[in-house]
């Protein structure tokens, strides 16, 4: 039982360049969610998906887009990368059927901006 | 805008001794406070979790306190061990929001052997 997959684990990009972070649940979750981790404020919402083909802003949205076209992956993609995105980003998923298990966490991916 | 404030920021407690690490909110329409730990390089988990319908909950050597009047929880580690040395988050969520957390913005709990 994998839980929650982030891919890649590590990424180095220049300041204008775009890519694609990917994460995949196997737990039949409705809910996904996309946070960024940075010193001293915590996690904070990007995006979000109630279920497949469905998606919504979060706290941060601006730089940054999503999509679900299956129920297992959520997409997260930066267009243009700034230096201000370098951070820890993490995808969790969650049962809509109640809030008692809580969110399930991948293990991040640590970007770099430069 | 955070709308969960936590503190202290780091913290670092003696082997047996009790962490305490607190949480104030403002939005009364919250209704789901859970504490997630975060061992270094590895995603959060969650820990334990109360509702405003009781002013205590505990799990082993973790507990949390709920004051509803006060808009203020918080989390008691007891006998703290090494082991429990993370960074911690509080959070909370509304029952009709998704699910959505907001998180406060951590605390590190160092554990002295």
């Known amino acids: 039982n994998a839980g929650v997959t982030q891919t890649p684990k590590f990424r180095v990009l220049k300041t204008g360049q775009s890519m694609t972070l990917l994460c995949a649940q196997d737990?039949?979750?409705?809910?996904m969610y996309w946070y960024r981790q940075d010193p001293g404020m915590g996690l904070r919402l990007i995006h979000y998906s109630v279920g497949e083909g469905t998606t919504a802003k979060g706290e941060v949205p601006d730089g940054y887009n999503v999509s679900r076209l299956k129920k297992q992956n959520f997409l997260l993609g930066l267009e243009s990368a700034a230096p201000s995105q370098t951070s820890v980003y993490f995808c969790?998923?969650?049962?809509?059927?109640?809030?008692?298990?809580?969110?399930?966490f991948g293990s991040g991916t640590r970007l770099t901006v430069v | 805008q955070q709308q969960v404030k936590q503190s202290p920021q780091s913290l670092i407690v003696q082997k047996g001794g009790i962490s305490i690490i607190n949480c104030a909110y403002e939005n009364t329409a919250f209704d789901y406070f859970p504490w997630y730990q975060q061992f270094p390089g590895k995603g959060p988990a969650l820990l334990i979790a109360?509702?405003?319908?009781?002013s205590e909950k505990k799990e082993g050597r973790f507990t949390i306190s709920f004051n509803k009047s006060a808009k203020q929880f918080s989390l008691h580690i007891m006998d703290s061990q090494p082991g429990d040395s993370a960074t911690y988050f509080c959070a909370a969520s509304i029952r009709a929001g998704f699910q959505k957390l907001v998180f406060g913005t951590g605390t590190r709990l160092l554990v002295s052997p």
């Open positions: 737990m039949n979750h409705e809910y």
């Open positions: 969790a998923s969650a049962t809509g059927a109640g809030r008692l298990y809580g969110y399930t």
């Open positions: 109360i509702r405003p319908d009781v």
